[in-house]
């Protein structure tokens, strides 16, 4: 795919702090988008992507941990909900819509997950380390939260100073 990627929305967007909605039918305008995404993600590159980031506040996601070198290993998910999460991991995480910022971020080592699959097909799934944590930050995505939301209120103001003289200056 030689197309534009998608424009990644950056913390502060306001598509970034809402619900995403949830998707009644899977229509080609989601079908393109899921596509668009993905490749958007592989070009960052990213192993992770929820459509929200790309200014869609709609409940899709992609995740590839092979970054684009695997195609069976792209992962799309409608509605995706966590049913259950089991033990706890921290780990520096990033994000592309919070550019140059790592940020040690505690989330569940398992979790069992549902959602629906672009074929329509449901899915039901356990997820453990990386993915686990991948799918969790994306989800988090569709729920109008950050990995700066995730953080101690004294990093988080720290960070949003930061941000501010960066939009200031036209870093950001």
Same mark, same amino acid.
């Given at each position: 795919? @030689? &197309?534009?990627?998608?424009?990644?929305?950056? /913390?502060?967007?306001?598509?970034?702090?809402?619900? &995403?909605?949830?998707?009644? @039918?899977?229509?080609?305008?989601?079908?393109?988008?899921?596509?668009?995404?993905?490749?958007?993600?592989?070009? &960052?590159?990213?192993?992770?992507?929820? &459509?929200?980031?790309?200014?869609?506040?709609?409940?899709?996601?992609?995740? @590839?941990?092979?970054?684009?070198?695997?195609?069976? %290993?792209?992962?799309?998910?409608?509605?995706?909900?966590?049913?259950?999460?089991?033990?706890?991991?921290?780990?520096?995480?990033?994000?592309?819509?919070?550019?140059? /910022?790592?940020?040690?971020?505690?989330?569940?080592?398992?979790?069992?997950?549902?959602?629906?699959?672009?074929?329509?097909?449901?899915?039901?799934?356990?997820?453990?380390?990386?993915?686990? #944590?991948? *799918?969790?930050?994306?989800? @988090?995505?569709?729920?109008?939260?950050?990995?700066?939301? #995730?953080?101690?209120? *004294?990093?988080?103001? *720290?960070? #949003?100073? %930061?941000?501010?003289?960066?939009?200031?200056?036209?870093?950001?």
């Amino acid at each position: 795919m @030689d &197309a534009e990627p998608l424009k990644i929305c950056k /913390y502060g967007e306001e598509v970034l702090k809402t619900k &995403a909605a949830d998707i009644r @039918d899977i229509s080609q305008h989601i079908v393109d988008l899921a596509a668009a995404m993905a490749h958007t993600m592989h070009q &960052a590159p990213g192993i992770g992507l929820a &459509a929200p980031q790309v200014g869609e506040s709609l409940q899709l996601v992609t995740v @590839d941990l092979s970054v684009g070198e695997k195609p069976e %290993e792209l992962l799309v998910v409608i509605n995706p909900r966590i049913i259950e999460m089991e033990g706890h991991e921290t780990s520096e995480e990033g994000c592309l819509s919070v550019p140059g /910022y790592s940020l040690p971020i505690r989330r569940g080592a398992r979790l069992l997950l549902q959602g629906i699959l672009l074929d329509g097909r449901e899915l039901r799934a356990e997820f453990d380390g990386l993915k686990a #944590r991948v *799918l969790q930050h994306e989800i @988090d995505h569709l729920d109008g939260i950050t990995i700066v939301d #995730r953080v101690s209120t *004294l990093k988080r103001s *720290l960070i #949003r100073k %930061e941000i501010k003289q960066k939009r200031k200056s036209g870093e950001w």
